[in-house]
């Protein structure tokens, strides 16, 4: 959806041509299939043609986060051009069911039930992170709250209620330089020091989220949302710096035992596939 749905609606908003709109439509339409479940959570995978929904192979009756958490703007989008509400009532309504399930500390884990009438967690092999499956969901809470007017009160609450989460839980610095980065954490509550090219997203959603706090910009929260912003982008560069391709891994595990992660040349930390 992001990047069909969401191209052509962003084509259709830029040159103001009806086709792209028409085929934004018939596609939103065929997408929607997905919604029918009891829970409301989408399935993983649609069949344009034939209209058949289903789950992912290898994750049987469950959902995945990131998936479903970023239809939002799209849809609503949709919907707003196109005066088909139902589009964002599906997306909406997600939204729902997160705000109902959002734990105290704010953040979710990847793997939803999707098959009972209720949905709830995936009981096992469920992990809590900002990287890959879960971490657009967060942006889309602060971006829907912007795209609705700033309105939606409880859309900006679950974002800066998942970033509390993030500073109490997950933020952690390397050794020796200190660079700021984001643990995962597991099913057992244990922390996972690694963290995916794909986090480096908050560098720009903690400083957009800043300069629109309802506190105002000069506020602690704000003011703490900015340093730990630019700090995260400054270790996203250095995982670019430090290799001699210039590429950023995909992911990086920071060194917390020496008997564990093998010492990259400055010791903060490893690209996943050379350990």
């Not at 309504?93 to 098959?115: A, M, S, T």
């Not at 309105?151 to 974002?159: F, P, V, W």
């Amino acid at each position: 959806a992001i990047r069909s749905l969401g191209g052509l609606l962003s084509a259709y908003d830029l040159s103001g041509d009806e086709a792209f709109l028409i085929k934004a439509d018939d596609l939103g339409s065929r997408l929607a299939l997905a919604f029918d479940t009891p829970s409301g959570l989408p399935y993983a995978l649609v069949n344009l043609k034939n209209g058949k929904a289903s789950d992912f192979g290898w994750l049987p009756d469950q959902s995945i986060l990131s998936e479903f958490g970023t239809l939002q703007l799209e849809f609503r989008y949709l919907s707003a051009a196109t005066g088909r509400m139902e589009y964002a009532e599906l997306a909406e309504r997600i939204y729902d069911v997160l705000h109902d399930l959002q734990p105290p500390d704010g953040l979710f884990p990847l793997y939803f039930k999707n098959k009972g009438p209720k949905p709830e967690f995936a009981p096992k092999g469920n992990k809590i992170s900002f990287g890959a499956m879960g971490d657009s969901v967060y942006e889309y809470f602060l971006k829907a709250w912007l795209q609705g007017g700033r309105t939606e009160a409880s859309y900006r609450n679950m974002y800066d209620r998942s970033i509390q989460g993030l500073h109490d839980g997950l933020l952690h610095r390397s050794r020796p330089s200190g660079l700021l980065y984001v643990a995962e954490r597991r099913g057992d509550g244990t922390l996972d020091h690694r963290m995916d090219h794909l986090a480096c997203f908050l560098s720009g959603t903690l400083a957009l989220g800043a300069y629109t706090d309802p506190l105002g910009l000069n506020s602690t929260r704000a003011q703490r949302d900015l340093r730990t912003g630019k700090a995260l982008a400054y270790t996203c560069y250095q995982m670019y710096a430090r290799m001699g391709t210039g590429i950023s891994p995909e992911s990086v595990r920071f060194k917390t035992d020496k008997k564990r992660v093998r010492d990259s040349d400055d010791g903060d930390f490893v690209a996943e596939n050379e350990r």
